[in-house]
Each structure stands twice: as structure tokens, then as C-alpha cells.
């Protein structure tokens, strides 16, 4: 059948825009913009250059900042995701309550952040919080501590509040798992294969592109990062559990500083295209299989 190629531009073009008004020129205004002292009471933006630039790398906030959120990133594309992996492989055998446990290990998903933050505000409480009070009851009260603002476990406890939820990879590996070919694992079967040589040389490499997808929502859910950080640290203790949105915020609310606020944003953007290009190569997610 022949297909009229002359409507698809037609079809197109509303999305163009809409890509083009919403993300294309705001994104050329925030990078023109990080090159002026750009302040909201200066009466004219002054044209620097890359004076902005020039100093994130003389602000010791921005490496702290950068250094976690890169941190963050590797965690959560490995030990979330690895995470989220194991355990849709386990539900991929079907066991017994395996649809429950899908379900159950969704819910910590769909409940907004502000609300997940608030829970674990109420669990490291260091009066009453779930964790100081086991830890009194077992008379280890030496080990009690402000669990959020101790520079020694802050990085740690505000990593737990997100790190161990990986529904959303459980279900998208689940779901790539229940569509290969039954074929496949029988021949595997009939090769000999144990359970865990199918799982690790059959199953696992046929989910390596939703792997990778995974990985690169990983990334990026890193690199958008506020909320959950502002309501149960705000950054602190002084900046140890700062990132770079946390950063950028702060220079802007604080300092009324936006044109050095939009070049921490155009790191951003930077650092997830990187990673974003980093995974697809690491993993071959868009190349084709045949």
C-alpha cells in the first residue's frame, strides 16, 4: 500500500510546536540568560560571559552538590535498579502471592513525595521515631542519634527514603519478563540449564533495553530531586545532603541570583544528557537486535 508522506509533516507540527514552546526555547533562554549578572533588583542584566561558569568551579557548595547528586545517580542506576531487578525476577517464577506482592510493592510509589517524606520525618524522629525507639527498647541508646541531621548519617538515611522503592522497575522488568517467548526458556531447559543459569544467561540478557530504560529513569528521577530532600533536610546538615536542584534553588530564593541559578541549571541538563548517553551506549538500548 502506498502511504501519502505528505500529511505526516501536517501530523507532526502541533507536537513541534508544543516541543519547541515549552522545552527548545526556554532551555536556549536559561543558557543565554546564565551568561549575564542577571539579579532580580538590578536595574540591567550585565553581559559576563562565562562568569557564572567560572564560578561553579570556585564554589566548594557546588562540588558538594555535584558530588552527591553524581553519588545519588550511581546508586540509584545500580543498587535500585539491581534492586528492582532481583526482585522482578522472583515474581517472573509466579510463586504463590506474587500478584500481592506486585501490587504491595507498588503502593510506596504512588504515594507523593511530600507524604513519603513526611513518614520518614515521623521514623527518624529522634524523640519518638520508630528507629530510636527499637534502639532504646534493645537498651542500645548509645546508638540513638538525629538520624536526619547527623552528618555522619544523613547522606545514608535520606538515601533509604527512596532507594529501596523500585516498584516502577520491578514492574516494567516484570513485565518484559512475562512476554518472552516460552519457547525460549523451555529449549534452555532441555539444554540443561538450572533455574539460575536461565535467569542469568537466558532471561537477564533478553532485559537488557528495559534494564536500560530503568536505569535511565533512574537517572533522571535523581537529577529532579527536590521535594524529598527540602521537607526532611533541606539540604543540611550545613550541605550534606544538598544536590544540585536543592543548590540551584537556593541561589535563587537566597541570593536572587539567577543568572548563576540558571548556569547551575545548564550543568543539569548537561549531566543528564551524559548520563542519559552514557547508559544507551553501555547498554545498546537503541540499537537493534536481530
Known amino acids: 500500500m502506498k502511504i501519502n508522506k505528505m500529511w505526516i509533516p501536517v501530523f507532526l507540527l502541533p507536537t513541534v510546536v508544543l516541543f519547541l514552546m515549552i522545552y527548545a526555547v526556554p532551555l536556549v533562554m536559561v543558557f543565554a540568560t546564565s551568561l549575564f549578572d542577571y539579579r532580580l533588583n538590578a536595574k540591567d542584566m550585565t553581559f559576563i560571559g562565562f562568569g557564572n561558569y567560572s564560578r561553579l568551579f570556585r564554589d566548594p557548595d557546588f562540588f558538594?552538590?555535584?558530588s552527591n547528586t553524581v553519588m545519588w545517580i550511581l546508586i540509584q542506576c545500580t543498587v535500585h535498579v539491581a534492586?528492582?531487578?532481583v526482585v522482578a525476577l522472583i515474581l517472573y517464577k509466579r510463586p504463590k502471592g506474587w500478584k500481592f506482592v506486585r501490587t504491595a510493592y507498588m503502593v510506596p510509589n504512588i504515594i507523593s513525595n511530600a507524604a513519603i517524606a513526611m513518614i520518614f520525618l515521623n521514623i527518624f524522629n529522634p524523640q519518638f521515631g520508630v528507629i530510636n525507639s527499637v534502639?532504646?527498647?534493645?537498651?542500645?541508646e548509645h546508638l540513638t542519634r538525629?538520624?536526619?541531621?547527623d552528618s555522619r548519617t544523613s547522606f545514608v538515611s535520606v538515601t533509604l527514603i527512596w532507594v529501596l522503592f523500585a516498584g516502577y522497575t520491578t514492574t516494567l522488568v516484570l513485565a518484559q519478563a512475562?512476554?518472552?517467548d516460552d519457547t525460549i526458556i523451555e529449549a534452555a531447559k532441555v539444554d540443561g540449564a538450572s533455574p539460575f543459569q536461565r535467569d542469568i544467561f537466558?532471561?537477564?540478557p533478553l532485559l537488557k533495553k528495559v534494564i536500560g530504560t530503568t536505569m535511565v529513569m533512574a537517572a533522571t528521577y535523581m537529577l529532579q530531586m527536590f521535594d524529598l530532600i527540602y521537607i526532611t533536610t533541606n539540604g543540611g546538615p550545613g550541605k550534606a545532603t544538598t544536590n544540585l536542584p536543592l543548590l540551584l534553588y537556593s541561589v535563587y530564593k537566597g541570593e536572587n541570583n539567577y543568572g548563576y541559578a540558571n548556569?547551575?541549571?545548564v550543568c543539569i541538563v548537561v549531566i543528564g544528557i551524559g548520563a542519559m548517553a552514557l547508559i544507551n551506549k553501555a547498554l545498546k538500548v537503541n540499537q537493534e537486535e536481530y
Not at 135 to 140: Q, T, Y
Open 202 to 204: 537466558v532471561v537477564l
Open 83 to 85: 534492586l528492582g531487578t
Open 178 to 180: 512475562l512476554s518472552i
Open 64 to 66: 558538594q552538590a555535584l
Open 146 to 149: 538525629n538520624w536526619l541531621m
Open 135 to 140: 534502639l532504646k527498647a534493645a537498651r542500645l
Open 263 to 265: 548556569a547551575i541549571g
